[in-house]
């Protein structure tokens, strides 16, 4: 079985400064995990995936995340916010293999940025 | 990216009647599509796995006759709600592996999703 705990519904940054948003997972195998963006009206984006190896992935515009086992996390940050950064982003948890397509969603956290 | 549809984009039905949602891969063929869920303030839920040729495998807690699926071809797949009631209003979305990648790690690409209310 596994769950997803995103911590905050609500993240709100000034234009600039760093995004963080938190993903804590549980897990009974190995995870794949990933972090998604949706833009209003529009499908979920990848923005990276950690499947094995190097544990600090980077992904698109700017974005990284870190897997920690020890603390089971994969926290997403971004150095520097930009206003088209606002968004609604979901952390997700797959078994891998045959079940890599199923994932299990966090709650969502939306990030709003201010001018 | 690989290009996902989904038709219609919003719904409104009476109770008691059905509604039918497509989902199109538009540049990819998918032999597996998945179906995901989403309440108002809550998560993506997995609801089924479609397959190509195949019946579909539904998630615990599904009922696998009121959400009818059929994977027509390697490029659509149908959820059919069924005899609708208004708690299944709810926002359907679902995703289709593209091509790129290595085999169970390929990249799984959304669709914009349906918003389905039932009246």
């Known amino acids: 079985a596994q769950s997803v705990t995103q911590l905050g519904s609500h993240v709100s940054v000034s234009e600039g400064a760093l995004v963080l948003l938190r993903c804590n997972y549980s897990?009974?195998?190995?995870?794949?995990l990933f972090w998604y963006v949706q833009y209003p009206n529009q499908g979920l984006q990848l923005l990276l995936k950690?499947?094995?190896?190097?544990?600090l992935v980077k992904g698109i515009n700017g974005f990284e995340a870190e897997f920690k086992k020890s603390e089971t996390s994969f926290h997403l940050t971004k150095p520097s916010a930009h206003m088209s950064d606002a968004a609604e982003y979901f952390c997700?948890?797959?078994?891998?293999?045959?079940?890599?397509?199923?994932?299990?969603f966090g709650q969502g956290t939306i990030l709003t940025v201010h001018p | 990216g690989a290009v996902v549809s989904q038709h219609p984009s919003w719904v409104i039905c009476k109770s008691g009647t059905s509604v039918k949602i497509e989902c199109r891969s538009l540049?990819?063929?998918?032999?597996?599509m998945f179906w995901y869920r989403q309440f108002p303030k809550q998560s993506l839920m997995l609801m089924a796995t479609?397959?190509?040729?195949?019946?579909?495998?539904?998630e615990q807690g599904v009922e696998k006759d009121k959400f009818l699926i059929n994977h027509a071809s390697l490029t659509l797949s149908t959820l059919t709600v069924t005899s609708a009631h208004p708690e299944d209003s709810s926002f359907y979305i679902c995703?289709?592996?593209?091509?790129?990648?290595?085999?169970?790690?390929?990249?799984?690409?959304f669709g914009p999703g349906t918003r389905l209310t039932v009246t």
């Open positions: 950690y499947t094995t190896g190097a544990t």
């Open positions: 479609s397959n190509e040729g195949s019946k579909a495998t539904y």
């Open positions: 540049d990819f063929q998918a032999t597996t």
């Open positions: 897990s009974s195998v190995p995870p794949y």
């Open positions: 997700a948890v797959s078994g891998g293999g045959t079940s890599y397509g199923k994932l299990t």
């Open positions: 995703s289709g592996p593209g091509t790129g990648g290595l085999a169970g790690v390929k990249e799984q690409y």
